[in-house]
T-cell receptor, first 109, second 115 residues
């Protein structure tokens, strides 16, 4: 089983839609969780950290379910500029980040 | 703050030549730097972790004699792809962290094409 698994998509949604991505991880010792965004042919950029209690940043909401070992990202009121690949990232503290393959989102006008 | 630069942003070289990629933390001191490689439609794969002043730690399957990493200062790490072959063509991305286990800041990446 891969360490971090994501549905590759693509998710094609109209502007204004709400879309959610899930990501599962295999290492129960994972301590830190992140969502990164990567635009085509660019480096990944941190979108948000994921906290146990869940956290929200504007239109973006991240949640963590330790029991089921998955994290989620919800995007409300999708914008064209949200089109990108969303990477699920986990780490066990001092270990390097482990990236999922990403979920591709296309927001269509 | 926390800006990381890479140079060059893209390079085309002939098979058999060596290519050096620089990664710099511009406004902070990076005790740890990471080198990743990403093939098309694949996830970022960690190649090696380097700490300033010590030898890099390579991931399984990454040849340390082929991918030479030097982290001589707290703001600069270099990756040299020696005797490059077409299969080394990829997107190489570095990241830098103030401390191991803390947030990583990514450079813009270097696209290498070996002909």
């Amino acid at each position: 089983r891969k360490e971090v698994e994501q549905d590759p998509g693509p998710f094609n949604v109209p502007e204004g839609a709400t879309v959610a991505f899930n990501c599962t991880y295999s290492n129960s010792a994972s301590q830190s969780f992140f969502w990164y965004r990567q635009d085509c042919r660019k480096e990944p950029k941190l979108l948000m950290s994921v906290y146990s209690s869940g956290n929200e940043d504007g239109r973006f909401t991240a949640q963590l379910n330790r029991a089921s070992q998955y994290i989620s990202l919800l995007i409300r009121d999708s914008k064209l500029s949200d089109s990108a690949t969303y990477l699920c990232v986990v780490t066990s503290g001092n270990t390097p980040l482990v990236f999922g393959k990403g979920t591709r989102l296309s927001v269509i006008a | 703050g926390a800006v990381v630069s890479q140079h060059p942003s893209w390079v085309i070289c002939k098979s058999g030549t060596s290519v050096k990629i620089e990664c710099r933390s511009l406004d902070f001191q990076a005790t740890t730097m990471f080198w990743y490689r990403q093939f098309p439609k694949q996830s970022l794969m960690l190649m090696a972790t380097s700490n300033e002043g010590s030898k890099a730690t390579y991931e399984q399957g990454v040849e340390k004699d082929k991918f030479l990493i030097n982290h001589a200062s707290l703001t600069l790490s270099t990756l040299t792809v020696t005797s490059a072959h077409p299969e080394d063509s990829s997107f190489y991305i570095c990241s830098a962290s103030r401390l191991a286990g803390y947030e990583q800041y990514f450079g813009p990446g270097t696209r290498l094409t070996v002909t």
